[in-house]
């Protein structure tokens, strides 16, 4: 345990360490005697460097641009892969397993070694991978890398040791996956193929062994050309010309039929008697038109020809469907009999598998599911159902229903929040599902031990809110909130929101939760928010609408010495902009006085309606377009449910709401908070006027406004290949310009009047990065590669001061104050912190009827960069928490002996520091710069510069092993954590080598040492850094490898052994052991040991339950040998009793013949 004292001598402040900047804002002057000084404050900070440690934990959702597919028939688990090199291995709830290529290399085909505990992968660089999945971390033990030929496709044979690799050349190699070093054996085109054939015939586009006999290799060819191989031989059985490109091939399991997809549609079904002609060609969805020809058909991707023992085999194929017929979905097509079942998908086919009870391709295969892979989703439908239903998938897959836009992380929340959300989530899921339970069932997985409630909060695109559970590592759906329910959907091409071309008006920019209160607040990109109550019950509600016009006009911007002598907060109607309503008004209701276009973005539902159980509205906030401009999309918002307020700023100011009593209480401008303590010497020039002359410079500046101003657009912009994808974002120019042609023509015309100008401020500028883009527009907005402003205390002329962060809290709003009040923290873009006190009645019946009044700013501090969090410490470090209200439930029966009155719950700064008296510790933390400040002295503690080069895109306060730290992620990647209140450097990691726009927007801290991020469009990623955390995430994490008995062979019977060839005493090893077939050549491909190899032996030889595990497969196959020797034993004795009892029946009838009647 550490022990930290501070001490304070005259002005210079010392911290220990060496670490920390010496501080050059505050005073000491004017300090109450009952507040503590420094001399005073004696803080014992318990975290240390080895508290930390960073490290990926899960990842949630759907995988992102996947391209294989594969299943392990026995350990029932499915390993899908990516473009980006990702693969996802999956199981019964909770085994979900991310595993990560470090070429990046886009996965080509995913290859199980059934009930071994491994998988092979095939990866566009042409190199083979061997994953060991026997540990709850899959690793690689090998890679093999393939030098002078591309992969094309790969088959590994049940309980083989010999994986067959198909090359784009047409060759085709053998791989030992033991010691996966490429055997001498080769087959190569120009053998595989006849002499007489002058074209090559392609690519290898299928391989597979018969399900008759395992010496018989049968290769296809992209061109066309089926070749089967006799392996022993060295020779080919029969070769097969067809006119069309082949694209699959599947056996009937009795080894005498195969079936091949077309790139014409068509489907042959060859017959091993006869291969010079096709036994039968099918165009399933080829008709016959009116002059005798078929209609052309697209190609059918792939074909699975499975048998049933007790109905018609099933063919499944996937594409196939006529071009004439636009605007068909993809479509899988399930012919079973007579039967054809197309099931239209919503995304294209990608893959696509049959799941079959045994592993044995020469039994009936008896399938009983089909896994569709589609682009952007994971479907399993039930075979065994003549409808055809789709089983209920368990995993997060629907994250991005619609694209995500925001995410609010909420760790160790009341214990039941999430039961009642569930229930009521429950009441809207969708039905139909296959009463079946979930087929992928493989892996074992328990509840950690350290688990508390976690709650996600995801908003999306087209206003929609999702509530996850998200304790121990799982992910499920706890309720869907439609923030669009509230208004009256907008009219194509009529309103503000066309004027803007806003495709998703609706889009959530922002969320603020309050779970002991149930207070849920929205912030959407049509600078909206909504206010939500939770409720048990259904209701009859009219949602009221206030209207606040929050802009700057010509004669609001004062200079401070005109302002000097006047409290800016005194009379909040006595300063500009006005607030819309000051008191109840009436939904939709307008400004008498206003212009004739103080208008809001949407329209309000102005009737009573009759909302479900849940969150229901209860307020909407809309700012008001003025003079044909659009108002500035919302910056910062923080809601305090004892207060019963709601604040929220954007570049041209701030507005405090009162929800209780659905009135604007405060609506100023930025330059007015300062009042007489503005610390910048500013222009009295408009911003209206000033973006009438120079619009286009000023859009250029680098302005230091938050990373928030950013939200609005969809984190799910690619910016892969430079352009923005997202639904969310905005055209360049709408509207007619303002500004005549010139010089500067160009650039003064890049926004028009419709465009809301807000988009032209970012801070996150001067990221040390640069991402790929290919428009000049897109490039501004989107990428971090512009430098910063040199002087951050310097302001520009014409740039707007945005309100980056609010935060509610008991402090002291003057220095000479003796007992903390409510306040409200603001923090601007330009690094500076305003301190404004309220005056709330506490009295139940007076807070329902009395004003809420606001006094003069009583403290201006200064930072580097943009101002993003405050947070309250006592004078023993332990955080604060802001007051809140107890939840009661608005719309449950009335109770006379109990009337409905609000329980508050405060957190004084005061309430346990008696022996160091009164005062608190304010953490603000910017950009670049994070400050501890002794309140209400004022006094600036400590000063930590947290990055010179880059900048803070999210900082929180965290609780972590019942002591507190600041956590950072800053744009370069780094994540970084600080002791509080000393601000030491506990831990810095370079986590993310390249941070993009989606993940600086949706990175968020939570407490107990966990943070996520969006890592795609469809996926969230979940980080820690706690070292308890890392340590303990073995046991939490499921097992993807469970010890199954691998199930038996179906008895052949004597006639099918003894008659149907030598299939069983196939020996690979004696054709493809280096032996027999010799040493391949050096140069074709590389060995690569795995890193995982050291530390999987490790893994799977740590503890009791490894070694019986290891016992029992090694008896299993001891068995299994065992078993195949007893039954070629037994086939032996049954032999020779057949040639005993014919020899002795030759005996008996040759006895009594003489030698010469022979």
């Known amino acids: 345990m550490k022990k930290f004292r501070k001490v304070l001598d005259g002005l210079t402040t010392s911290s220990p360490g060496g670490t920390m900047g010496s501080p050059s804002c505050g005073s000491a002057a004017g300090t109450p005697t ?118 094309t496709f790969c088959h590994l044979p049940f309980q083989s040791k010999w994986l067959y690799v198909g090359t784009e050349r047409g060759n085709t190699h053998i791989v030992n996956i033991e010691s996966f070093i490429l055997s001498g054996y080769v087959i190569m ?23 008759k006999d395992e010496g018989k290799l049968l290769i296809g060819f992209e061109g066309g050309t089926i070749v089967q191989w006799d392996l022993r031989a060295k020779k080919a059985d029969f070769r097969i010309y067809y006119d069309e490109a082949i694209h699959s091939v599947s056996w009937h399991h009795e080894g005498k039929q195969f079936m091949c997809s077309h790139s014409d549609g068509s489907l042959t079904l060859w017959n091993l008697r006869n291969t010079t002609k096709p036994f039968q060609v099918t165009f399933p969805h080829g008709k016959i038109q009116k002059d005798g020809r078929k209609e052309s058909c697209k190609p059918i991707l792939k074909v699975e020809y499975k048998t049933s023992r007790n109905s018609e085999p099933f063919v499944i194929f996937s594409g196939g469907l ?69 089983f209920e998938n368990p995993y997060p897959m629907d994250i991005h229903e619609s694209p995500v836009t925001c995410t609010a992380y909420f760790a160790d929340c009341p214990p039941d929040i ?49 509530f996850w559970d998200a304790s121990a590592f799982t992910l499920q759906m706890l309720y869907k909130l439609k923030t669009s329910k509230v208004f009256e959907k907008p009219k194509l091409g009529e309103g503000r929101g066309a004027d803007l071309g806003e495709e998703d008006p609706f889009a959530v920019q922002m969320v603020s939760w309050c779970p002991h209160s149930r207070i849920f607040c929205v912030v959407g990109i049509s600078a909206h928010i909504i206010l939500y109550r939770f409720s ?46 000051q008191y109840p008004v009436s939904p939709g209701s307008r400004t008498p006085d206003g212009a004739k276009d103080s208008t809001p973005f949407l329209k309000v539902k102005d009737k009573t309606v009759r909302v479900p159980p849940g969150y229901q509205s209860d307020l909407v906030i809309q700012l008001l377009w003025v003079d044909g401009e659009p108002p500035q999309q919302i910056t910062s918002l923080d809601i305090n449910s004892a207060y019963g307020l709601l604040a929220f700023g954007n570049c041209n100011g701030l507005a405090v709401v009162d929800y209780i009593q659905k009135t604007v209480i405060l609506c100023i401008s930025t330059v007015d908070l300062y009042g007489a303590t503005d610390p910048y010497q500013r222009l009295t020039r408009s911003p209206r006027r000033n973006r009438q002359s120079t619009s286009g410079l000023t859009e250029l500046t680098d302005n230091q406004q938050s990373i928030d101003m950013e939200r609005s657009k969809s984190p799910t912009s690619d910016h892969v290949n430079g352009h923005c994808t997202s639904p969310t ?129 009583g403290a201006v501090q200064m930072l580097k960069g943009s101002v993003l969090r405050f947070a309250f410490l006592d004078c023993n470090g332990a955080l604060i928490q802001s007051p809140y209200e107890i939840w009661r439930d608005q719309n449950a029966p ?67 092993c019942n002591s507190v730290c600041l956590a950072c992620f800053c744009a370069n990647g780094h994540v970084m954590t600080l002791s509080l209140p000393s601000l030491r450097p506990l831990m810095d990691v370079n986590y993310l080598p390249l941070t993009d726009m989606r993940i600086a927007r949706t990175f968020c801290f939570t407490n107990e040492g966990q943070a996520l991020y969006l890592s795609s469009p469809t996926e ?36 099918k052994g003894f008659f149907g060839g030598n299939a069983h005493t196939f020996d690979r090893e004696e054709l493809f052991g280096e032996a027999a077939a010799g040493k391949a050549s050096r140069s074709l491909a590389q060995h690569i040991p795995g890193q995982g190899g050291v530390e999987g032996m490790k893994v799977a030889a740590s503890g009791v339950v490894g070694d019986l595990a290891r016992a029992r497969i090694a008896l299993d196959e001891r068995g299994q040998r065992l078993g195949e020797l007893e039954e070629r034993t037994t086939l032996m004795m049954t032999s020779a009793e057949t040639f005993s009892k014919h020899a002795h029946e030759l005996m008996l009838k040759c006895k009594d013949k003489k030698w010469y009647q022979f």
């Open 34 to 151: 009952a507040a503590p000084t420094p001399r005073d404050i004696d803080v014992q900070e318990t975290l240390v460097s080895e508290n930390f440690q960073l490290c990926k934990t899960v990842r949630h959702g759907f995988t992102y641009q996947p391209t294989a597919l594969a299943f392990d028939p026995v350990q029932k688990i499915l390993a899908i892969g990516s473009r980006s090199g990702g693969v996802r291995i999956l199981g019964r709830p909770g085994v979900d397993c991310y595993c990560q290529h470090e070429s990046g290399a886009a996965v080509l085909q995913l290859q199980f070694l059934i009930n071994e505990g491994a998988l092979v992968t095939a990866c566009a660089d042409d190199t083979l991978h061997l994953w060991n999945l026997r540990q709850r971390r899959p690793a690689v033990l090998h890679s093999l890398k393939f030098n002078r030929e591309r992969i």
């Open 189 to 211: 085109w120009n053998k595989a193929i006849e002499l007489s054939t002058k074209t090559h015939p392609g690519p290898v586009v299928h391989l597979s062994d018969s399900p």
């Open 322 to 390: 006529s071009y004439d017929k636009a605007g068909r979905r993809p479509a899988l097509t399930i012919m079973h009999g007579k039967a054809i079942t197309v099931l239209e998908m919503d995304y294209p086919i990608v893959e696509f598998m049959v799941l079959c009870d045994t592993p044995y391709i020469n039994e009936i295969q008896e399938p009983y599911a089909v896994v569709v892979l589609l682009e952007k989703d994971l479907i399993v439908v039930d075979l065994t159902q003549s409808n055809f239903p789709v």
């Open 418 to 466: 999430i039961p009642i959300l569930y229930s009521i989530g429950a009441k809207h899921k969708k039905t139909g599902y296959s009463q079946k339970e979930w087929p992928i069932a493989g892996g074992t997985w328990t509840l950690g031990s350290h688990t508390y409630p976690e709650i996600i909060i995801t908003g999306h695109a087209d206003g929609s809110i999702k």
């Open 536 to 581: 048990k019950y259904d209701a009859n509600t009219q949602t009221v609408s206030l209207e606040v016009r929050l802009q700057c006009e010509p004669e609001d911007i004062i200079t401070p010495s005109e302002n000097e002598n006047n409290p800016c907060f005194s009379e909040p109607g006595s300063h500009s902009p006005q607030p819309h309503h």
């Open 729 to 857: 974002s905005q055209p360049c120019s709408a509207g007619k310009p303002r500004i005549p042609m010139g010089p500067e023509g160009p650039r003064l015309t890049r926004r028009g009047p419709g465009r809301p100008p807000f988009r032209k401020a970012q801070s996150a500028a001067c990221m040390e990065i640069s991402l790929p883009v290919s428009h000049t527009e897109e490039s501004r907005e989107n990428s971090f590669s512009r430098s910063r402003s040199s002087s951050v205390s310097s302001i520009d002329r014409d740039t707007k001061e945005a309100i980056t962060t609010l935060q509610f809290g008991e402090s002291y709003g003057r220095k000479s104050d003796a007992l903390p009040t409510p306040c409200l923290w603001v923090g601007t873009s330009l690094g500076v912190v305003i301190l404004i006190p309220l005056s709330i009645p506490m009295d139940h019946e007076e807070r329902m009827e009395d004003p809420v009044t606001v006094g003069p700013s």
């Open 894 to 960: 009335e109770d006379p002996d109990r009337p409905r009155r609000r329980k508050l719950v405060h957190f004084s700064p005061s309430s346990s520091q008696d022996a160091f008296g009164e005062g608190h510790l304010t953490v603000v933390c910017s950009e670049r710069q994070a400050k501890v400040f002794l309140m209400p002295s004022q006094s600036c503690l400590f000063v930590h510069n947290i990055t010179e080069s880059s900048f803070v895109l999210r900082a929180d306060v965290v609780s972590l």
């Open 1020 to 1055: 969230i990623q979940r980080i820690t850094y706690s070292q308890e955390m890392c340590d303990n995430l073995q046991e939490m994490l499921g097992e993807l490898f469970t010890p199954i008995e691998t199930p038996e062979a179906q008895n052949r019977g004597f006639l």
